[in-house]
């Protein structure tokens, strides 16, 4: 069955950096749109990036465009979302998702926090 598992979170301080790591099983990877979702406190969830299956192609959110990169590594059956410059507002724990699959993984809880 489709397995997704998020790692990568932790507490940072604001300007700080994180690279999340999400490594996926159990469908055709390499064909697959990854998205990375967030859900901060409170909040619902919501998009925040996402690759086309070649990585050739990449959408943000507006408020984390020129701040996240999102990228894959199709030999590896990973995406992964590296974090720079974070601020507090990106508190959340965060989600990636095959557009193959309804399926959600665990989460990486990210906190920024001086």
């Given at each position: 069955q489709?397995?997704?598992?998020?790692?990568g979170?932790?507490?940072?301080?604001?300007g700080?950096?994180?690279?999340?790591?999400?490594?996926?099983?159990?469908?055709?990877?390499?064909?697959?749109t990854?998205?990375?979702?967030r859900?901060?406190?409170?909040?619902?969830?919501?998009?925040?990036?996402?690759?086309?299956?070649?990585?050739?192609?990449k959408?943000?959110?507006?408020?984390v465009k020129?701040?996240?990169?999102?990228?894959?590594?199709?030999?590896?059956?990973?995406?992964?979302?590296?974090?720079n410059?974070?601020?507090?507002?990106?508190?959340?724990?965060?989600?990636?998702?095959?557009?193959?699959?309804?399926?959600?993984?665990?989460?990486?809880?990210?906190?920024?926090?001086?």
């Open positions: 489709v397995q997704l598992v998020e790692s979170g932790g507490l940072v301080q604001p700080g950096s994180l690279t999340l790591s999400c490594a996926a099983s159990g469908f055709t990877f390499s064909s697959s990854m998205t990375w979702y859900q901060a406190p409170g909040k619902e969830r919501e998009w925040v990036a996402n690759i086309n299956s070649v990585g050739n192609i959408n943000y959110i507006d408020y020129g701040r996240f990169t999102i990228s894959r590594d199709n030999a590896k059956n990973t995406v992964y979302l590296q974090m410059m974070l601020k507090p507002e990106d508190t959340a724990v965060y989600y990636c998702r095959s557009s193959r699959s309804a399926s959600w993984g665990q989460g990486t809880r990210v906190t920024v926090s001086s």
